[in-house]
């Protein structure tokens, strides 16, 4: 502060931010990262976590089973969840689609190297090259080494019933977005400084 006050520059010490009484840190956000706590994380940020990357050519093992998928290139300096399935949203060229991520080595085809495969539900199209936005928004099971592809194939399936015929997520609304708080906006709020509303994805493409 003496220097700063030399130099004629004003310093403000911010307060701790604690969530559950614990105070929110960068080392506490990459240990819940690295066990899958992608819900925890999203909320300690106040934001959905998210990575981007160009897409690039796989050996396309998703497309023979009936479930394309982008894979995307990877940013080294960008931490990733844990290996698994997640429940994602991405979006390419400003339109958002659910998805189902993996995260993993894909075991049950051999591979030797970590990868992010995403299957946009719905799309119809070529990827390759394109930029994608990969937001996560929950943890859906952990990568395991299927018998063969046809039982991998079963799972994926199973995997989208299951998260598609769910559709519900939930999003964060903080007081301190807002400029002005309405009487019903209050009511909402109930004396926090944030609710969640739970949205049915279902109805957002249709």
């Excluded at 981007?52 to 940013?75: K, W």
Aim: charged share 20%; net charge negative; proline share 2%.
């Amino acid at each position: 502060e003496k220097i700063a006050h030399k130099v004629g520059l004003h310093i403000e010490r911010a307060h701790e931010c604690l969530v559950d009484g614990v105070p929110v840190s960068s080392s506490r956000i990459r240990k819940l990262m690295a066990a899958a706590q992608i819900d925890q994380v999203n909320r300690l940020l106040g934001y959905t976590y998210s990575v981007s990357g160009v897409v690039e050519h796989g050996n396309a093992i998703g497309a023979t089973l009936g479930f394309p998928t982008a894979n995307i290139r990877l940013n080294s300096a960008k931490q990733l969840p844990a290996s698994g399935v997640y429940s994602v949203v991405a979006q390419v060229n400003g339109v958002e689609y659910k998805a189902l991520a993996n995260i993993g080595t894909n075991p049950t085809v051999g591979n030797d190297h970590l990868s992010l495969e995403v299957h946009l539900l719905g799309f119809q199209g070529d990827l390759y090259g394109q930029s994608l936005s990969i937001s996560f928004l929950h943890f859906l099971r952990e990568e395991k080494k299927f018998a063969s592809l046809d039982e991998l194939k079963s799972q994926i399936a199973e995997d989208i019933k299951n998260d598609y015929s769910n559709g519900m997520f939930g999003i964060q609304v903080y007081k301190e977005d807002y400029h002005e708080i309405t009487d019903e906006m209050e009511e909402y709020f109930d004396g926090q400084d944030v609710f969640e509303i739970t949205v049915d994805w279902n109805l957002c493409i249709e």
